[in-house]
């Protein structure tokens, strides 16, 4: 049998399940009454929407069918599906089951987009009875790469860029451009005087003309039609353009044995070769009168433990250069060149290194603050020690204590002096090794090394007197005051006080009771 006898076949087939619908008595079955039921349908067939790859099925409810049938049509294309339980279409995806009752029920495994349209429950009464309902296949967005431009979009500064993306799916998808960092898309005319910024642009092509180093990066089409998943695709603008080098410090001081960081910044697309450059001395010696001078390249500098050099990333197209200069000498000292180089051109930028001569800082701190740390345990302050290092307690000088014994000893507050040495006029000086000159500048220990500090300490008026016992000229004792002097008085005047008024003897300024 050729192919001519399967299609014949089919027909034949087809024209006798028509027959059967339309007639509904057949053989061994009786003639419906009036007095008989009449099927109906309990439920209306449902519309549905399903997502393309899922599986769906239609349920016909239909009661007092008696010897009528039920059959499955797709009504666009007219073709019968299934009579009963009996399947006609030759489809896999298709099948028919009955619970035995009346429910009918037609499954569609696996939807495709073809499946959609609408479907017919039928009864083969005459008339003929029936129900409809429709099936809408919705498919996800999908990119379609082969009619969508490459994945880079390469042009010169000043160029065009142009950027497509193709997308499909059922309903229709629509397609938006965003950039991947949030930054607005700025769409230019070709004079590049007229632009226009937005966060997203629609439609399938994106035309970027004029474009800057700042339109570099990544962009976004998303297409999307309600029907989730949502899909995108990543396009890479680049930009070339000859390199740039900013200096923001171009004259840096740093003293003798500190470490140092010299800066450029580069703007460079394609990626640049970055070096450091050392200047010679001759050169050093030509430029020294122009500080601001950009050097010519000299000895290129290696990475090892003298010089460090790392860089960072700023943008896409930017960066930072670093230099460190370790543990600085005096043939450190001079001018730096930053240079950068693509396949487009090269550029250079200068820094110049100076010493940085630092001044000792010198203190004032008043005597009562002095007298306080004192009081707390605080080391002795002594000339030619630091002005931050504890004194040892076994390197301390003891402390000086005058005191006058008259028939007993006056209280040890009496005679409790700070035990800070101090030079003339009242002034003491802390530090290392510092030596004062008639212009007020400090010599020494302290003009080599900044670090050191020289701390100046000033007797404050403020504070009370401290009396101490003197002897006179024939032997006798009197106390006086390191504050004010008062007039001397005979021994046998303060005998009597003294047991009585001990603090009247610290506070008094000067004494003119008569003696008794």
């Known amino acids: 049998?050729?192919?001519?006898?399967?299609?014949?076949?089919?027909?034949?087939?087809?024209?006798?399940?028509?027959?059967?619908?339309?007639?509904?008595?057949?053989?061994?079955?009786?003639?419906?009454?009036?007095?008989?039921?009449?099927?109906?349908?309990?439920?209306?067939?449902?519309?549905?929407?399903?997502?393309?790859?899922?599986?769906?099925?239609?349920?016909?409810?239909?009661?007092?069918?008696?010897?009528?049938?039920?059959?499955?049509?797709?009504?666009?294309?007219?073709?019968?599906?299934?009579?009963?339980?009996?399947?006609?279409?030759?489809?896999?995806?298709?099948?028919?089951?009955?619970?035995?009752?009346?429910?009918?029920?037609?499954?569609?495994?696996?939807?495709?987009?073809?499946?959609?349209?609408?479907?017919?429950?039928?009864?083969?009464?005459?008339?003929?009875?029936?129900?409809?309902?429709?099936?809408?296949?919705?498919?996800?967005?999908?990119?379609?790469?082969?009619?969508?431009?490459?994945?880079?979009?390469?042009?010169?500064?000043?160029?065009?860029?142009?950027?497509?993306?193709?997308?499909?799916?059922?309903?229709?998808?629509?397609?938006?451009?965003?950039?991947?960092?949030?930054?607005?898309?700025?769409?230019?005319?070709?004079?590049?005087?007229?632009?226009?910024?937005?966060?997203?642009?629609?439609?399938?092509?994106?035309?970027?003309?004029?474009?800057?180093?700042?339109?570099?990066?990544?962009?976004?089409?998303?297409?999307?039609?309600?029907?989730?998943?949502?899909?995108?695709?990543?396009?890479?603008?680049?930009?070339?353009?000859?390199?740039?080098?900013?200096?923001?410090?171009?004259?840096?001081?740093?003293?003798?044995?500190?470490?140092?960081?010299?800066?450029?910044?580069?703007?460079?697309?394609?990626k640049a070769m970055n070096s450091w450059y050392k200047e010679s001395d001759e050169k050093s010696e030509v430029k020294k009168q122009d500080l601001f001078a950009i050097p010519h390249a000299g000895e290129k500098l290696v990475e090892g433990t003298k010089y460090i050099m790392s860089e960072g990333m700023m943008t896409d197209y930017s960066l930072r250069m670093n230099l460190t200069i370790r543990g600085l000498e005096k043939r450190d000292y001079g001018g730096y060149v930053c240079a950068s180089v693509n396949a487009l051109g090269k550029v250079e930028g200068g820094v110049r290194l100076q010493e940085l001569h630092l001044t000792p800082k010198t203190t004032i701190v008043p005597a009562s603050s002095r007298h306080h740390e004192g009081q707390g345990g605080k080391a002795s302050r002594k000339k030619g020690s630091s002005a931050h290092q504890r004194i040892p307690e076994h390197q301390r000088r003891p402390r000086k204590k005058q005191q006058a014994k008259i028939n007993g000893a006056l209280d040890d507050d009496d005679s409790d002096e700070d035990s800070d040495e101090e030079g003339e006029d009242g002034v003491m000086w802390v530090g290392n090794e510092a030596t004062t000159h008639p212009s007020g500048g400090l010599s020494g220990a302290n003009r080599a090394d900044p670090s050191r500090t020289v701390e100046t300490i000033m007797v404050a008026t403020s504070r009370p007197p401290s009396w101490v016992m003197q002897h006179n000229g024939n032997g006798a004792t009197t106390p006086t005051s390191s504050a004010t002097p008062g007039p001397s008085l005979p021994l046998a005047c303060w005998l009597p006080l003294v047991p009585l008024l001990s603090g009247i003897l610290r506070s008094a300024q000067a004494c003119h009771m008569p003696c008794l």
């Open 1 to 270: 049998m050729g192919p001519w006898w399967e299609g014949a076949k089919a027909g034949l087939w087809t024209a006798v399940l028509c027959a059967v619908l339309a007639a509904p008595i057949t053989i061994g079955q009786h003639n419906p009454t009036d007095s008989e039921l009449q099927p109906e349908f309990l439920a209306e067939l449902e519309n549905l929407t399903v997502v393309q790859g899922r599986d769906v099925y239609f349920t016909c409810v239909v009661n007092h069918l008696g010897a009528y049938k039920v059959a499955w049509i797709k009504s666009d294309s007219k073709a019968i599906l299934a009579i009963h339980n009996h399947m006609v279409a030759h489809n896999p995806r298709l099948s028919v089951t009955h619970n035995g009752h009346n429910t009918w029920k037609l499954h569609i495994e696996n939807v495709q987009k073809n499946d959609s349209g609408t479907y017919m429950c039928q009864i083969n009464t005459d008339p003929m009875r029936s129900q409809m309902g429709n099936l809408e296949v919705v498919i996800p967005p999908d990119i379609l790469n082969e009619e969508s431009s490459g994945e880079d979009g390469v042009a010169l500064e000043g160029g065009s860029v142009r950027l497509r993306c193709k997308a499909t799916g059922v309903p229709p998808p629509s397609v938006t451009w965003r950039r991947e960092d949030g930054r607005p898309i700025v769409l230019r005319q070709e004079s590049g005087r007229e632009k226009q910024a937005a966060r997203t642009f629609d439609g399938e092509t994106l035309q970027l003309t004029n474009v800057q180093r700042t339109d570099m990066g990544a962009y976004l089409c998303i297409a999307s039609n309600a029907v989730p998943p949502a899909v995108s695709k990543r396009f890479i603008v680049h930009v070339h353009f000859h390199p740039l080098i900013k200096v923001v410090n171009q004259l840096v001081a740093a003293p003798l044995g500190s470490d140092v960081i010299l800066q450029c910044y580069v703007e460079a697309s394609p």
